[in-house]
């Protein structure tokens, strides 16, 4: 069973960083890809960022070059997925999702349970 961990969200102000992690454990050979997502108030859920099991990474157009992606792998059934966010802007407040997506599935399938992210001064 897939299990995925969020830590590190909180308050910070504009232009500040951020390290959000998430523990995830029970990663089958079937996960392809872990990654952040991201839910302001009213809006949907949007992509942040996703490395494959290749160390392949993607990002939003509005995170690119702010945001970096990265992971630990402990073993083949373990990880803990990084999001390092640097010059932070109030439009990057919302809960962030840690995901995981099964290789046959186009979307994840796997979520956590999110942590809050606000950029104010």
């Known amino acids: 069973q897939v299990q995925l961990v969020e830590s590190g969200g909180g308050l910070v102000q504009p232009g500040g960083s951020l390290r959000l992690s998430c523990a995830a454990s029970?990663?089958?050979?079937?996960?392809?890809?872990l990654g952040w997502y991201r839910q302001a108030p009213g809006e949907q859920r949007e992509l942040v960022a996703f490395i494959t099991r290749g160390d392949i990474t993607n990002y939003a157009a509005s995170v690119k070059g702010r945001f970096t992606i990265s992971r630990d792998t402990r073993d083949t059934a373990t990880s803990t997925v990084y999001l390092q966010m640097d010059s932070l802007k109030p439009e990057d407040t919302a809960v962030y999702y840690c995901a995981a997506k099964t290789a046959w599935k186009i979307q994840p399938d796997y979520w956590g349970q999110g942590t809050q992210v606000t950029v104010s001064a």
């Open positions: 029970g990663i089958s050979f079937s996960i392809d890809r």
